[in-house]
T-cell receptor, first 115, second 113 residues
């Protein structure tokens, strides 16, 4: 398996523009997680899905952020409108579901710069 | 919810010496404790994990210990090498039910040649 695939790897945009980040989890994994990483706040969980259903979105910073998982092999994280403080590395991770299967596998991340 | 504290935030050790990173957690229901290593510009990757039914686990030069009573766990790296330089994150979650990992704030480990 190619692992968790994220696109784009880098995104530079201007304040106010819409940004869409994409993630393809490892085939067969039932859970998908979106994280944001910054120097100031570390690694923060934004939202996670189980069997395509959002389970916990308490980490989503505000209404400008939204996430979807229309099927088991694809998820998006959208920021609209984007702001400079959204600049960060966004990671997607997936894990299998079941007792003893908490291991999360991370994608390579998307480095977002909002000017 | 769970809260994980990690210390120290930075650590420098001479090559060949040992390094120890410590974490405490708040939720007594947590029973799964992984450690992730993140090299500069790379993704976090699992290096070792422990479940609450054991007190220690080893994998070559790395080991993790768990004290459930005190709610703390530690990562031990022996015979450190330059390639051990990275940021290390501890995390906690429950095996059953909620799979959400709560991460510590990270420790930047530098190995001095």
């Amino acid at each position: 398996d190619a692992g968790v695939i994220q696109s784009p790897r880098h995104e530079v945009t201007e304040m106010g523009q819409e940004v869409t980040l994409r993630c393809k989890p490892i085939s067969g994994h039932n859970s998908l997680f979106w994280y944001r990483q910054t120097m100031m706040r570390g690694l923060e969980l934004l939202i996670y899905f189980n069997n395509n259903v959002p389970i916990d979105d308490s980490g989503m910073p505000e209404d400008r952020f939204s996430a979807k998982m229309p099927n088991a092999s694809f998820s998006t994280l959208k920021i609209q409108p984007s702001e400079p403080r959204d600049s960060a590395v966004y990671f997607c991770a997936s894990s299998p579901t079941g007792v003893g299967k908490n291991i999360q596998y991370f994608g390579a991340g998307t480095r977002l710069s909002v000017l | 919810g769970e809260n994980v504290e990690q210390h120290p935030s930075t650590l420098s050790v001479q090559e060949g010496d040992s390094a120890v990173i410590k974490c405490t957690y708040s939720d007594s229901a947590s029973n799964y404790f992984p450690w992730y290593k993140q090299e500069l510009g790379k993704r976090p990757q699992l290096i070792i994990d422990i479940r609450s039914n054991v007190g220690e686990k080893k994998d070559q030069r790395i080991a993790v210990t768990l004290n459930k009573t005190a709610k703390h766990f530690s990562l031990h790296i022996t015979e450190t090498q330059p390639e051990d330089s990275a940021v290390y994150f501890c995390a906690a979650s429950t095996v059953f039910g909620n799979e959400k990992l709560t991460f510590g704030t990270g420790t930047r480990l530098t190995i001095i040649p």
